[in-house]
């Protein structure tokens, strides 16, 4: 993806990343106090889901559970939630791949219709959880064009996207494989490539790094870290890998049983085990490990990530010296 050419303006993203502070725990009183107030943000969001439920063909329970959110350009958004929490549903909700059983997704302040589908789909793209459902061409660099030539995009340019994503996912080299051919992870990386050679302005992404190998994990999410810095692009991700979420995300938003239980900072929900724990998810693994200090009776702050961490434990000991005379 050229860099040159950004999908709408990265500075605006990134006072945008700047005013995305204090967002609410949907649960707690004391999430309230912070709670964040979209009207504090300026402008449209990017999307908005407006008592938004879903329901499958004979099931009797809602899979999405009047789903109210939005994210603005340029966010970074973790949507977390144990199996059948509804995050695979509601992110096809939101490029108009399922309709809404009740309430409406909105993409720049405009209500996806059967009209405008199309336009939704160049604006907001996404990356499948199973890439058995997304990568159906007879090669990597036919399924990587898909998205472009459907856009009508003139020959030349989709030749070069095409390109530019191969590469961008680390996959030069195997563009005239059949994608029945590659593992389960390079799967991936094509449906991944497929949605880049797009250039929308919001990426989904449903459990990206599920089958990847720890680089290549670390690749991906860099990858996209970089679009969204370097491009302003907005992104919503979904993972089962709670310990990757800190480094990526700026915002969690916690599905449980088809309902949004909560929406805050990766700080604020993180510091609330009981909450994931209700939600059925666990903590990352060095927050754990400061749950447990506390148990013990040491006055620390959970903390989330290796680097904070390291500041704390250095806090505890300093603190201790100095308590002891120890200079
Ligand atoms: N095509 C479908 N037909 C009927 N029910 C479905 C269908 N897809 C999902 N469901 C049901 O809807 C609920 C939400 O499923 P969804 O796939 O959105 O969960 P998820 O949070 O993505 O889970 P996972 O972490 O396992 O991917 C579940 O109870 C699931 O069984
Ligand atoms: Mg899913």
Redesign the pocket.
Known sequence: MSISNPPHNSEEATNTLKETEGRRDLKTDAGHKKAYKSSERIGTPILEVKDLCHR????E?N??DRINLKVYGGDRVAVL????????????HLNGILRPLSGEVLIKGEKITKKNVRMCRETVGIVF?DPDDQVLAPSVEEDVAFGPINMGLPREEVETRVKEAIKMVGLTGLEERAPHHLSGGQKKLVAIAGILAMRPEVIVL??PTAGLDPMTSARVLELIMKMNRELGITLLL?T?NVDVVPYFAERILV?HH?KLIADGSPDELFNDPELMREAHLRLPRVAEVFEMLQHEGLDVKIQITAEAARDEILRLISSRQKNAGIE
């Open positions: 499958y063909p004979h099931l329970e899979a999405l939630g144990s199996n059948g929490a509804g995050k695979s549903t509601l992110f096809k959880q449903d459990e979904s089962h599905l088809g």
